[in-house]
């Protein structure tokens, strides 16, 4: 393949995903160092993370605004630069208040990014579902490496220089890609943004049924996908008795999955259809979760605490894998939405759906956790394989009634 512009923006743009994704990440692993520098309560760490994740999926509307005004590449610039800045910023806060502000600035800035970097790729690509397959791989790339490094400098050196991290790779990345993107023409230059905020056209908009049953199949997707990227570590020490080690090196092995997942997904959507990945993913994620709650409790190795025999680790493989593929359907549903609007609707109109379906998706995280404290882990992952079957009905049904593309 003969290397083109396109190929740099798409790269760019990937290693952009990447430090916002990074940035959020590198958080996590240090709460402890967190809650006792500054003795709060983990109730209170859990408020500021949740209000960075709230802000994430709120400032992605706006964003596609911003870029038909403004253009996309100026939007990923303010997007990568504004997501390195808070990451230094909260890195440095003297109070604990300043650190939940901090931490919801830089949701707003790292949730510019994903829609409108879609919106771009749908400008220079026409087999959409592989560029946004590779664009997401920055996703799951910084799940792979940046718990790992935020958790070595976080406890060897404090959970500041942890967070801080993120500025390592930012710093980099804006200035690559100020360089090697060109500019881009705004869609709408000259008109009123408060035209945009309208609530009759977005209504229209959310409720064409090309649009509302994706989104309905994508927002349940994402509570699943939300739910398991939080708790699956948890579910597999609490309820299996792993060794936090190998629980974390489940995690690992299932962004490995997720990130080879999402690009052969969005291929795939290219040459099959829309539906029938989205159809395949979900009924896997499905499979994969029920698959582990249901595998037996399991005999350790003597020689290796945590560990789990072999016939029951090549299950527990499969079901890791299989929910790998669940959480990797975004690559085929964003194309979905892509290819049902029109070309002026999809600045503002993907970062409208970006927005509905990433807000109440990241319940997910809230809702895992309490079914698990009040009916137990097999319970709660239970549920979310049961909600992942079900956005399966729902998008083969569409398929089926002829609405599927």
């Known amino acids: 393949m003969n290397w083109r512009y396109r190929h740099t923006v798409l790269t760019l743009c990937m290693l952009a995903f990447f430090v916002t994704y990074f940035a959020r990440l590198a958080i996590s692993p240090v709460v402890p160092l967190i809650i006792d520098d500054f003795a ?81 790729l749908s400008r220079t690509f026409d087999d959409l579902g592989t560029a946004v397959g590779i664009h997401s ?5 910084a799940g792979l490496v940046a718990p790992v490094a935020a958790t070595w400098v976080g406890f060897r050196y404090g959970w500041r220089p942890g967070v801080a991290l993120a500025a390592l790779v930012g710093v980099p990345i804006f200035v690559l890609f100020a360089r090697r993107v060109r500019p881009t023409e705004p869609r709408r ?9 309208r609530l009759a056209p977005l209504l229209e908009l959310i409720g064409r049924r090309e649009v509302l049953v994706p989104l309905a199949v994508a927002t349940l997707g994402t509570y699943v996908a939300q739910g398991v990227i939080s708790f699956l570590p948890t579910f597999l020490v ?21 990130a080879g997942a999402q690009v052969g997904l969005g291929r795939l959507s290219d040459r099959l259809g829309r539906d029938a990945s989205i159809a395949a993913a979900l009924l896997g994620g499905a499979l994969g979760l029920g698959g582990l709650v249901a595998l037996p409790d399991l005999v350790e190795l003597p020689t290796a605490v945590g560990l789990p025999a072999l016939p029951a680790l090549a299950g527990l493989g499969i079901a890791v894998f299989l929910a790998g593929l669940g959480s990797s359907f975004f690559s085929a549903i964003d194309p979905r939405f892509m290819d049902a609007l ?64």
């Open 189 to 197: 230059l000259d008109q009123p943004m408060a035209e945009r905020l």
């Open 40 to 120: 709060v309560s983990n109730t209170a760490v859990g408020v500021a993370l949740s209000g960075m994740w709230f802000a994430y999926g709120l400032s992605q509307f706006p964003s596609g605004i911003l870029a038909d005004r403004f253009g996309e590449r100026r939007v990923i610039l303010v997007a990568v630069g504004g997501t390195t800045a808070m990451s230094i910023l909260l890195a440095v806060v003297p109070v604990f208040p300043a650190f939940v502000l901090a931490a919801v600035l830089l949701g707003l800035a790292a949730g510019l990014h994903y829609a409108v970097a879609t919106t771009l």
């Open 342 to 405: 029109g070309d002026a609707e999809r600045g503002a109109g993907f970062g409208l759906i970006r927005t509905v379906y990433t807000v109440i998706g990241s319940a997910g995280s809230v809702g895992v956790g309490l079914v698990a404290d009040l009916f137990g882990w097999a319970a709660s992952f239970a549920v979310i394989a049961g909600l992942s079957g079900l956005a399966f009905l729902v998008i083969s049904t569409n398929a089926l009634v002829g609405e599927g593309r």
């Open 137 to 141: 791989l920055g996703g799951p790339l």
């Open 238 to 258: 609490e309820l299996r008795g792993y060794s936090p080690a190998f629980a974390g090196g489940v995690f690992s092995a299932f962004f490995v999955v997720r």
